[in-house]
């Protein structure tokens, strides 16, 4: 079992950055990927970043590229969404997820492969 606990979120002008934080707890942490998703209003949710159980594989949506970077510290039992160059487009609820699949060579980026979910952290972008 793995429960996960979002934080860091809130209320950040057009280009200004946020650091968003999950953190984890169960015994198998540090054996799962992990990934990030966000649900804006009206829309599915939306693959935004991923990291393997490791942190040496990473991938990105293409709409945060550049602007996004996942981390993850399995000592600390954390994973963290530094978000830079914010875009009202950005505005969503944010979630983590952990993956319990042992087999996979990259993280996947399809929501309903993961298996655990926090609670989601609002992100609002203004313009």
């Known amino acids: 079992q793995v429960q996960l606990v979002e934080s860091g979120g809130g209320l950040v002008q057009a280009g200004g950055s946020l650091r968003l934080s999950c953190a984890a707890s169960?015994?198998?942490?540090?054996?799962?990927?992990m990934g990030w998703f966000r649900q804006a209003p009206g829309k599915e949710r939306e693959f935004v970043a991923a990291?393997?159980?490791?942190?040496?594989?990473?991938s990105y949506a293409t709409s945060v590229k550049g602007r996004f970077t996942i981390s993850r510290d399995n000592a600390k039992k954390m994973v963290d969404l530094q978000m830079n160059s914010l875009k009202p487009e950005d505005t969503a609820v944010y979630y983590c997820?952990?993956?319990?699949?042992?087999?996979?060579?990259?993280?996947?980026?399809?929501?309903?492969?993961?298996?655990?979910w926090g609670q989601g952290t609002q992100v609002t972008v203004s313009s």
């Open positions: 997820a952990a993956d319990r699949e042992s087999g996979r060579i990259v993280p996947t980026t399809r929501s309903d492969r993961y298996d655990y």
């Open positions: 169960g015994r198998t942490f540090s054996n799962y990927d």
């Open positions: 990291i393997n159980w490791s942190g040496g594989i990473t």
